[in-house]
């Protein structure tokens, strides 16, 4: 448990408090959101293809949706970074419904995608789903028949360079449009009681040399955005890997050391949850002095998932969210802007020059 004193001293960070609004936030979204209309919205469109486009923390929610929906539909997760640099190569002869995540809305890739799709494939529908009401995102594209724009409540456009609640709460928001039908206001109801339990009781783990999470389906792609997390919180003075169950023995365990932490997603589908149990138990016996943690399904720290491994997504990311703003506090950082002094990241991408897209 956490000591009252360690409690005060963190809640003093934006990026603490913005970890701990998330149980509040989604059931009263899940309450709000018209899930029903947008659903028939999208049905309507006829498309063909659906993609998730944004850049780092918001294109990793597409790999997420994409692994947990395999089979469900043709969905691509198209990062934003990939589709600006080579606009002709995804969007030519192409009209596919292009779902865009962005907490500020204001990123360089975030305005290029538009520019892109304006350029190359103006019929093209657009669902803009983003945490920033003045952003880019939300306001260039007017709404119509084939555009609208989901804003999310003020509460996810994190203060903090990290994040956090405008990440799951992005997830949830597209997995109740994608997903099988579902109550939503129930459903992140369950959930936010679930990570309330999860943050009340989680002990964060002594500060390691370096971090490595790996896991399954989606599970792997939460793996990637923990990772993401301690590295962008530690200013990368924690480095930090991340891989799929089966992947990380083909090269990326070479990674290990005595100070490695090494912390598994562990699902509740057959047969990956036996994989992950089966490396779990390899790794504590190749390498006795290095921490293994199993989190989730049976795990050290246990977590259900009653709706699937990618709506667990976020329950399992918070452990990591918990975990680096402890090291990076532990380490003397700014947690909410770890970079400053260093001028090398921001909290929103900018700078980046933009190449005109020949229609």
Not at 51 to 80: H, M, N, Q
Not at 119 to 142: V, Y
Not at 199 to 224: H, I, K, N
Not at 258 to 282: H, K, M, R, S, V
Request: net charge negative; charged share 15%; aromatic share 8%.
């Amino acid at each position: 448990m956490n000591s009252l004193s360690d409690l005060g001293s963190l809640s003093s960070w934006a990026t603490w408090r913005e970890i701990h609004s998330q149980p509040d936030i989604w059931p009263a979204w899940g309450a709000t959101l018209d899930v029903l209309g947008l659903r028939n919205w999208i049905e309507g469109l006829g498309v063909d293809e659906i993609w998730f486009c944004g850049a780092g923390t918001s294109a990793y929610i597409g790999d997420i949706i994409v692994a947990g929906l395999e089979g469900k539909g043709r969905f691509r997760s198209v990062p934003s970074t990939d589709l600006v640099s080579r606009p002709q190569a995804y969007l030519t002869g192409k009209c596919p419904l292009v779902v865009s995540f962005g907490r500020s809305g204001n990123s360089t890739e975030s305005i290029g995608t538009l520019d892109a799709l304006d350029a190359l494939a103006p019929t093209a529908p657009r669902l803009h789903i983003t945490c920033n009401r003045d952003g880019a995102l939300a306001t260039r594209t007017p709404e119509t028949a084939a555009q609208k724009v989901i804003l999310l409540p003020d509460a996810t456009h994190d203060a903090g360079f990290a994040m956090t609640s405008s990440f799951s709460t992005m997830l949830y928001t597209a997995l109740a449009l994608f997903d099988a039908p579902c109550d939503p206001g129930a459903r992140l109801t369950a959930l936010g009681a679930q990570l309330s339990g999860l943050l009340e009781s989680y002990a964060s783990q002594p500060r390691p040399e370096r971090v490595v999470y790996v896991g399954t389906g989606p599970l792997a792609f939460a793996a990637r955005e923990a990772a993401l997390k301690v590295m962008e919180l530690s200013a990368g003075d924690i480095p930090a890997l991340w891989d799929s169950t089966l992947g990380f023995r083909h090269g990326p365990k070479s990674f290990v050391t005595e100070g490695t932490l090494i912390t598994i997603f562990q699902g509740a589908e057959a047969p990956a949850n036996a994989y992950e149990q089966d490396l779990a138990a390899e790794l504590r016996a190749q390498f006795p002095k290095t921490r293994v943690t199993t989190v989730g399904v049976g795990g050290d720290i246990a977590i259900d998932m009653p709706f699937g491994a990618g709506w667990a997504a976020p329950l399992c990311v918070a452990t990591a969210q918990l975990d680096a703003v402890r090291w990076s506090a532990d380490l003397g950082l700014n947690v909410d802007d770890p970079f400053t002094g260093r001028g090398t990241l921001s909290r929103v991408v900018s700078g980046v020059k933009l190449y005109p897209v020949a229609s």
